[in-house]
């Protein structure tokens, strides 16, 4: 019984570990609703600037996203129930096929603004721009693929088929269109180069269960689709639509991503309590890497609740889960880990300096990943188990300090800087006088700090007020004069907290001596005598009176004379 506790104990931490290591969630939310329904076709990413196109099938709106942090930079109102985004050939146009009110919207990309609305007498599903004053869009509730004149909306040609996504060649003669039935799926191509619907070919057969998202490499003439049966992404070649790869992934693939300089192809699969992406070369075939995604307990497998899109210019992926929002790099990068940014922690006992590392959806063959604490660099190890680099903090005074990890490797590099602050409980000074009373000079007095408190090894710095300095938390001095002294004690910890305390010491004369310096003695003996004299004079004056008054002087005193 205990070995498989073990097991499984283990085979947690490892789960743990390898989602440790993934970007943190930040905010964002896939709105539900047209996930099975457009492909994903919803959401685009700019091919030469790091930009995101997002249009809301549920809402009316479509936003600008930042591709280096996935923020929403802005949107714009396009119409109720947009499905499909593309770009002009130029870059300066979006156009957006708004289903919900039988229109394409177009948008200028550089002011964020509707220039104006292509009426259509039928609900769009799919758009992409073709050759100048032309789109191919196809119906919503439909099986019908059109060739529009932008300026008009009139239909130029037109082809029956089922239900598709569409697709075209950067040169905008070829038509590629991804058909969604509850039957047999299938692909076929078109040539378009005459402002014709000209059929080429198709792959025949059905290429899996319910493959609803397609990406397309032009450049290399392959095609990727996720496949619901059998799980993975079924490549064919565009030429003439035959299947020249398999990728095999976990249950449910959901979504499919190129990032064709890098010649990798990005799948998705979610199962009810599994979910990871899966990173293959496009040139081998060969899995480069698999990235475990956190499913919440007991949501399962919610088609409509995965958008995955990749941005080649930002270098990242975007990846909407549920309630979760997760931006990866195609390269390495770090993250913050503790001290948490912005955080307190206390100095002392030691802590860790950490970073989370992220090894890249295209790891490099190799990298170095550091540590520094205010500029200096520490010597830092790199964790595989839970995928972080960390050193043990040097002892940081109380105050503001700055964390910046880097991972580097040939070609490139990725830091990140954040702060954190060292907290410390006050110190507090005192100490006692022992020696006999009263203090005289030359006598050997002990001034006492061992009761003072601190956080971790304190300092004693003595000033005796006469010139002279001790330190330690027990010290010994000897005045060598009488007077009034002014003693200071100054403690300070580790983390350079301090505190002081002055007392008064008096010491008095030497014993048989007087106790008051010469010339105020002799001021004080001229004021005596002055003082003895007149009481001398009182007592004169006092006794002759009395003499007078005897009964030797008063009436009849000369008759009891002899």
């Known amino acids: 019984m205990i070995r498989p506790l073990w097991g499984v104990c283990l085979a947690i931490l490892t789960v743990l570990a390898a989602v440790a290591s993934l970007p943190l969630p930040t905010a964002g939310i896939k709105t539900p609703g047209g996930g099975s329904i457009n492909g994903d076709q919803e959401i ?11 249009a809301h099938p549920d809402g009316s709106t479509l936003s600008f996203l930042d591709a280096f942090t996935g923020n929403e930079l802005s949107s714009v109102i396009v119409g109720q129930g947009p499905m499909s985004v593309d770009l002009s050939s130029d870059g300066t146009r979006l156009y957006v096929a708004v289903s919900g009110e039988n229109q394409t919207t177009v948008v200028d990309v550089v002011q964020r603004t509707v220039l104006r609305v292509i009426p259509l007498g039928f ?3 799919s758009v992409r721009s073709g050759r100048p004053d032309r ?48 039957s047999a799926v299938t692909l076929d191509t078109f040539d378009v180069s005459a402002d014709r619907l000209v059929f080429r070919a198709s792959n025949g057969s059905d290429v899996g269960e319910n493959p609803l998202q397609t990406a397309v490499d032009w450049d290399a003439g392959r095609a990727y689709l996720v496949s619901g049966t059998p799980y993975g992404i079924v490549v064919l070649a565009v030429s003439n639509l035959t299947q020249v790869g398999w990728l095999p992934m976990g249950a449910y693939p959901q979504g499919v991503a190129l990032m064709r300089n890098r010649h990798v192809a990005i799948g998705i699969h979610r199962n009810f309590y599994d979910a990871a992406l899966w990173v293959f070369n496009t040139t081998t075939g060969a899995e480069r890497t698999t990235v475990p995604i956190p499913v919440s307990p007991g949501s399962g497998y919610v088609s ?56 890249g959806l295209v790891e490099p ?10 500029g200096t660099t520490l010597n830092s190890v790199y964790d595989p ?132 310096p010469p010339q105020s003695l002799g001021a004080i003996v001229g004021i005596g005598s002055f003082a003895a004299g007149l009481a001398l004079a009182l007592l004169v004056i006092v006794f002759v009176r009395r003499r007078r008054s005897g009964p030797g002087d008063g009436p009849g005193a000369g008759s009891r004379r002899p």
């Not at 119906?139 to 082809?159: H, L, P, W, Y």
């Not at 991972?407 to 006692?432: K, L, Q």
């Open 385 to 516: 188990f839970y995928r972080e680099v960390r050193a043990v903090a040097p002892l940081l005074p109380v105050g503001r300090h700055r964390v910046t990890a880097e991972i580097a490797w040939p070609g490139g590099s990725n830091s990140v800087t954040w702060n954190f602050t060292v907290t410390s409980p006050p110190a507090t000074a005192t100490f006692v006088v022992v020696g006999s009373n009263p203090l005289r000079p030359g006598q050997t007095i002990v001034f006492d700090a061992s009761n003072s408190t601190g956080l971790g090894t304190i300092t004693f710095t003595w000033d005796f007020g006469d010139g002279a300095r001790d330190s330690g938390p027990r010290v010994t001095h000897a005045f060598a004069a009488p007077g009034v002294y002014r003693v200071l004690l100054t403690i300070r910890t580790e983390l350079n907290v301090s505190d002081s305390l002055a007392r008064q010491v008096v010491i008095g004369a030497a014993s048989g001596t007087p106790l008051i």
């Open 304 to 359: 409509e609740q995965s958008l995955l899109v990749a941005s080649e210019v930002a270098g990242t992926v975007l990846l909407w889960t549920e309630g979760d929002f997760r931006l990866l790099t195609a390269d390495p990068s770090v993250s913050p880990g503790g001290p948490a940014a912005d955080s307190d922690i206390a100095g002392l006992p030691g802590f860790y300096v950490r970073a989370r590392v992220w090894r």
């Open 135 to 182: 789109l191919f869009v196809s119906g919503a509730g439909d099986s019908v693929i059109r060739i529009i004149n932008e300026t008009t909306g009139n239909v130029v040609d037109q082809a029956n088929v089922f239900r598709a996504l569409l697709e075209v060649s950067p040169d905008k003669t070829v038509l590629l269109a991804h058909s969604l039935s509850s």
């Open 123 to 125: 609900s769009p599903l």
């Open 365 to 374: 063959p190799s990298n170095t990943t550091t540590l520094a604490v205010d």
């Open 44 to 54: 685009l990413a700019d091919p030469v600037r790091p930009m995101i196109y997002w």
